[in-house]
């Protein structure tokens, strides 16, 4: 049985950071690309950032480019630091995994493992 755990979510202020942590158990974790995506209230989920299965390659959504980082993990994990967050960023975070794939790293409809979301709030 496959689970995918995040945490590290909570509530931030703006400018402040978080690192949110996704583990994932019963696959092979080095075979499978990773993503993180997030949904506002009221609005579709979006990718936000992406880490292949190797760990070499990866991207961010325009929205979050230079201010959050993904890196992967021994141990089955991968991590999201989060700086400079804004009131936007104020969502629920999925962690989602795939088979690598060299599809559309943002096409929530290519990942089969989904955790069940951590929620980060930006405030003033």
């Known amino acids: 049985q496959v689970v995918v755990v995040e945490s590290g979510g909570g509530v931030v202020q703006i400018g402040g950071s978080l690192r949110l942590s996704c583990t994932a158990s019963g696959l092979s974790f080095d075979d499978y690309d990773m993503a993180w995506f997030r949904q506002a209230p009221g609005k579709d989920r979006e990718g936000v950032s992406y880490?292949?299965?190797?760990?070499?390659?990866t991207d961010y959504a325009d929205s979050v480019k230079g201010r959050f980082t993904i890196s992967r993990h021994q141990a089955n994990a991968v991590t999201l630091q989060m700086d400079a967050l804004k009131p936007e960023d104020t969502a629920m975070y999925y962690c989602a995994l795939r088979k690598n794939d060299w599809k559309d790293m943002f096409d929530d409809n290519t990942y089969i493992y989904w955790g069940q979301g951590t929620q980060v709030t930006v405030s003033s």
């Open positions: 880490i292949n299965y190797g760990g070499w390659r």
